[in-house]
């Protein structure tokens, strides 16, 4: 039962990814298998709850969308998919602008509908109070994730959704385990509210995200999105010589302002890449926790680390969350 007010060409993408000849063996399985699926009308995987055909998906930004979006408006077993952007974390407004436009615009033009909720972003730093020194990944993203998925979770109960998702689940470089954890509690408070998990950082999920997100041009975001992010992947690049994050406009502070290569675009969210960065934040929190000047001297050790990144605009991982 696909959504009526969605036609199959409005949600369906063809193009594929145009592989080079040394792309990684995950990129070509990942690649054969959606020109399979493309070929045999682009049938999709997902799997809904039992009972579930209305679904409320929070979305946190468009690149992270594309995919999932896709996989959802492709199943024969759901009436409704709407977009609810409610993201309180985001930093400064001039960014949260940015992502909450470029999303509206693509469920525009895909016929889907979009909810946008209230920009309380006093409620959210009064939430995380006790927490602003925490890194990525720790209590502070819980409660993040626990904030927008309790409101998406309310706006379902208000409306008749079936179940709710969201699509922090599709990036690597969040804990699937954190967001799902946080969807579950969230739908726990409300008869007949079911969260939706499933594995969406699959290497077809991932490759597929890209190529979409290459097709549409989105903007490509430097950081995860609340001023804590902000200031501590700052703080980083100054310890390695690389340019700060710019908001906005058509340059970024390293690398390219908009997604347009699938295949590079996935190998910057490699699990490598993301299991080096947590690794190296963890032990920075563990060394020096809100100790500022002990922060400023704990970062002199990466240092050089990935001095040529600055200059030759590779730099895995820093400019595509």
């Given at each position: 039962r696909p959504n009526p007010t969605m036609t199959t060409s409005s949600i369906t993408y063809s193009e594929g990814a145009k592989l080079p000849s040394n792309a990684p063996d995950w990129a070509v399985a990942a690649s054969e298998r959606l020109k399979q699926r493309r070929e045999n009308g682009y049938k999709s995987t997902c799997n809904p709850p039992p009972d579930v055909t209305k679904v409320l998906l929070h979305s946190c930004c468009a690149p992270c969308s594309g995919a999932m979006v896709e996989e959802m408006c492709s199943s024969p077993e759901l009436d409704q998919v709407v977009v609810f952007f409610y993201n309180p974390n985001i930093h400064p407004r001039k960014e949260y602008e940015i992502r909450k436009e470029e999303n509206k615009r693509f469920c525009k033009d895909l016929g889907i509908e979009f909810v946008d909720c209230d920009y309380d972003s006093d409620k959210w730093y009064d939430r995380m109070k006790g927490m602003e020194y925490d890194p990525e990944r720790g209590r502070r993203?819980?409660?993040?994730?626990?904030?927008?998925?309790?409101?998406?979770?309310?706006?379902?109960?208000?409306?008749?959704?079936?179940?709710?998702?969201?699509?922090?689940?599709?990036?690597?470089?969040?804990?699937?385990?954190?967001?799902?954890?946080?969807?579950?509690?969230?739908?726990?408070?409300?008869?007949?509210?079911?969260?939706?998990?499933?594995?969406?950082?699959?290497?077809?999920?991932?490759?597929?995200?890209?190529?979409?997100?290459?097709?549409?041009?989105?903007?490509?975001?430097?950081?995860?999105?609340?001023?804590?992010?902000?200031?501590?992947?700052?703080?980083?690049?100054?310890?390695?010589?690389?340019?700060?994050?710019?908001?906005?406009?058509?340059?970024?502070?390293?690398?390219?302002?908009?997604f347009s290569d699938p295949l590079v675009d996935a190998l910057e969210e490699s699990q490598d890449v993301v299991d080096e960065f947590f690794s190296q934040a963890n032990e920075l929190a563990a060394e020096t926790g809100s100790d500022l000047k002990k922060r400023k001297e704990a970062l002199k050790v990466y240092k050089d680390r990935r001095k040529n990144e600055k200059d030759d605009g590779v730099a895995n991982g820093l400019n595509n969350w």
């Open positions: 993203c819980t409660e993040c994730f626990d904030m927008r998925m309790e409101r998406a979770a309310l706006y379902a109960h208000e409306h008749g959704f079936h179940a709710i998702a969201s699509t922090n689940a599709t990036s690597r470089w969040k804990d699937a385990k954190q967001v799902d954890g946080s969807g579950y509690r969230a739908a726990e408070r409300y008869d007949g509210v079911k969260y939706w998990c499933q594995n969406w950082q699959s290497d077809e999920m991932t490759l597929r995200k890209y190529e979409i997100s290459a097709k549409e041009r989105f903007y490509k975001q430097e950081y995860c999105g609340c001023s804590y992010s902000l200031r501590d992947s700052n703080e980083w690049r100054k310890a390695n010589g690389i340019p700060k994050i710019q908001i906005g406009g058509e340059t970024a502070g390293l690398g390219d302002r908009y």
